[in-house]
């Protein structure tokens, strides 16, 4: 789990999430180009709050979890 006292998005780890989640929804919204970044932070930050830094690790723990994160902040579609 991450140190609550520091910003995880400061981290490269941070960074390649953000990256990822960013290209992930780009390819899902072709039509939309690279989505907003709130889109991509705020599916980053709920990611991240569940103890998981990559979507590897989130895909692993719990498919179903990251499968809603990533509808309901728009990187993918239903």
Do not use: K
Request: charged share 25%; with cysteine.
């Amino acid at each position: 789990m991450y140190d609550t006292e520091t910003d995880p998005f400061d981290w490269p780890s941070g960074h390649e999430l953000l990256r990822r989640l960013r290209v992930l929804a780009a390819e899902n919204f072709p039509d939309i180009g690279l989505r907003e970044n709130s889109c991509a932070a705020n599916a980053a930050g709920v990611i991240i709050a569940n103890g998981w830094l990559t979507l590897e690790q989130a895909r692993d723990d719990h498919p179903a979890l990251l499968e809603q994160i990533l509808t309901e902040n728009g990187i993918v579609r239903e």
